[in-house]
C-alpha cells in the first residue's frame, strides 16, 4: 500500500513538473509573439 502511495505521488509530482513547464514555455511564447506584435505595430507607425 505504501509502495503504491509512493508511486501515485511522484506520479503526481512529474505530471505537476510537466505541466509547471507546458505553463513556462507558453509564457515564453505569449512573451515572444507580444514582442512581433510590438514590431510589427512600430513598421506601421
Same mark, same amino acid.
Given at each position: ?8 505521488? !511522484?506520479?503526481?509530482?512529474? *505530471? ?7 505553463? &513556462? !514555455? &507558453?509564457?515564453? *511564447? ?7 506584435? &510590438?514590431?510589427? *505595430?512600430?513598421?506601421?507607425?
Amino acid at each position: 500500500m505504501s509502495q503504491n502511495t509512493e508511486l501515485n505521488v !511522484d506520479k503526481c509530482t512529474n *505530471e505537476h513538473k510537466k505541466t509547471q513547464q507546458q505553463l &513556462a !514555455d &507558453a509564457n515564453n *511564447e505569449i512573451t515572444e509573439l507580444k514582442l512581433q506584435i &510590438a514590431w510589427l *505595430e512600430r513598421s506601421y507607425e
